[in-house]
Nanobody, 120 residues
Framework: VQLQASGGGLVQPGGSLRLSCVAS????????MGWYRQTPGKYRESVAT???????YYADSAKGRFTISTDNAKNTVYLQMNSLKPEDTAVYYC???????????????WGQGTQVTVSS
């Protein structure tokens, strides 16, 4: 297993959760790390990503509420989610994307997903 996500659960609207994803060292060092989410019948969508240089991207729905961060010593990427809304309910997936010099293409690695449910 190269990506191991955790931290999902049931939370009330307005609450917070922190997701964690531990990656193997080689993947973590060379990849754009990110969080995606998916609900039944919909495409998987990007929530937040971060590069090794510290650049970050947030989906409009996540801006101002979610924060992506990394702990390089632990090969871990986090997603701090505050002010959660029912529409944030989804399965959240950790992603590592890196360019392969062998195949000359981008490779995606996915964690197993963790369920986040926002409900009163």
């Amino acid at each position: 297993v190269q990506l191991q996500a955790s931290g999902g659960g049931l939370v009330q609207p307005g609450g917070s959760l922190r997701l964690s994803c531990v990656a193997s060292g080689s993947i973590f060092r060379d990849s754009i790390m990110g969080w995606y989410r998916q609900t039944p019948g919909k495409y998987r969508e990007s929530v937040a990503t971060t590069t090794s240089g510290g650049s970050t991207y947030y989906a409009d729905s996540a801006k101002g509420r979610f924060t992506i961060s990394t702990d390089n010593a632990k090969n871990t990427v986090y997603l701090q989610m505050n002010s959660l809304k029912p529409e944030d309910t989804a399965v959240y997936y950790c992603n590592a994307r890196r360019f392969s010099s062998t195949t000359m293409s981008w490779e995606d690695h996915w964690g197993q997903g963790t369920q986040v449910t926002v409900s009163s």
